[in-house]
């Protein structure tokens, strides 16, 4: 079992940077991931990182603006936040895979999943 705890969601003006924390504890895991979902909306995948080789991938909607991190001491990934829209309002899920052998922005490829944190970007 791996836990996933994320914090870090806010209420911010289009423009401005957030960063969420998702903290891991548990078994092992090696690929993980921030998915969004906004309301009506299907769970969207934003950046992944394939954590033995720091890897990542981003979804083109967020290429160039997000930045996924990991801090091994800490057991923790980062997805720092630049330029923020409106359209990036959504609820913020943190991911974990065993396997690092899985396409990183598929919900399917993933087992674990934290409880969400909000991010709320108004224009």
């Known amino acids: 079992q791996v836990q996933l705890v994320e914090s870090g969601g806010d209420s911010v003006q289009a423009g401005g940077s957030l960063r969420l924390s998702c903290a891991a504890s548990?078994?092992?895991?090696?690929?993980m991931a921030w998915f969004r979902q906004a309301p009506g909306k299907e769970r969207e995948g934003v950046a992944g990182?394939?954590?033995?080789?720091?890897?990542?991938n981003y979804a083109a909607s967020v290429r160039g603006r997000f930045t996924i991190s990991q801090d091994n001491a800490k057991n923790t990934v980062y997805l720092q936040m630049n330029s923020l829209k409106a359209e990036d309002t959504a609820m913020y899920y943190c991911?974990?895979?065993?396997?690092?052998?899985?396409?990183?922005?598929?919900?399917?490829?993933?087992?674990?999943w934290g409880q969400g944190t909000q991010v709320t970007v108004s224009s």
């Open positions: 548990g078994s092992t895991y090696n690929t």
């Open positions: 991911a974990a895979a065993v396997t690092w052998l899985v396409p990183p922005l598929v919900a399917g490829s993933y087992t674990y």
């Open positions: 990182i394939r954590l033995l080789v720091g890897s990542a």
